[in-house]
């Protein structure tokens, strides 16, 4: 007989496992909205494939906002914030700010810009939920940061690793296919698995925030 699952740690402890673990939870409690996060990065990878590395990096450079955008989306349903009109329109133009960046770092190696996310990153679900000045919201997203600056590292990395390995797996199974197929292919991948990526990095906030009210917890 299958025994049940322990209870999932609290946030101020949850590991990078369990992250991930809470992440899909919450997009089958949440499929739809969830689903339509995916949209900016299908259209962004699909206007850049075949292109050359440098092309791909100024179209994602330039897609900030659309990625800024889906940002700011999971980052409601993760705090079941209702949105307002100013709050997401501050929301994603300061996104697109952080996220053009990361972009350009990518060029070199993906870990700059997740290292850059991971300390600045969050300051759009602090724009959407605590909702506070552009300036304090800069400060705070840093504080989060800084209060487990190692697990929003990790937790971002995971997320991207766990994204780019089934987009792998596809490519590789779907060669056969021709162009036209495996761009389909990996375009359903982009709708379906980047969500993760969306909700994963909202859902840190809530993590950095418990860790940052109890700094005495046992860092992961």
């Known amino acids: 007989m299958s025994k049940p699952l322990p209870p ?6 949850r590991t990078v496992g369990q ?4 992440t899909l939870r919450l997009y089958g409690d949440n499929l739809w909205p969830s689903l339509a996060l995916g949209l900016s990065l299908v259209a962004i990878n699909q206007l850049s494939a075949g292109r050359t590395t440098a092309t791909q ?8 906002p659309l990625m800024a955008a889906s940002f700011t989306g999971a980052s409601a349903i993760v705090g079941k914030a209702r949105l307002d009109a100013g709050t997401a329109a501050r929301a994603v133009a300061v996104g697109a700010l952080v996220f053009a960046p990361a972009a350009f770092l990518a ?10 996310l991971a300390l600045v990153g969050l300051v759009v679900p ?3 939920i605590e909702k506070p000045a552009l300036g304090a919201a800069f400060r705070r997203a840093v504080q989060l940061a800084r209060a487990d600056y190692l697990h929003a590292l990790a937790s971002l990395a995971t997320l991207v690793i766990l994204f780019g390995l089934v987009k792998l797996m596809l490519a590789l199974l779907l060669r056969d296919l021709g162009d036209a197929g495996e761009r389909a292919a990996l375009g359903l991948a982009d709708l379906v698995m980047s969500p993760i990526l969306f909700l994963g990095g909202a859902l840190l906030y809530v993590d950095q925030a418990a860790r940052a009210r109890a700094p005495n917890t046992v860092k992961s």
Not at 8 to 13: A, F, G, N
Not at 19 to 22: D, G, N, S, T, Y
Not at 57 to 64: G, R, T, Y
């Open 107 to 116: 060029l070199f190696f993906v870990l700059p810009a997740v290292a850059w």
């Open 19 to 22: 992250l991930v673990a809470e």
């Open 57 to 64: 990096v100024a179209i994602l450079a330039a897609s900030s």
């Open 8 to 13: 999932p740690l609290p946030p101020e402890t």
């Open 126 to 128: 602090v724009l959407v």
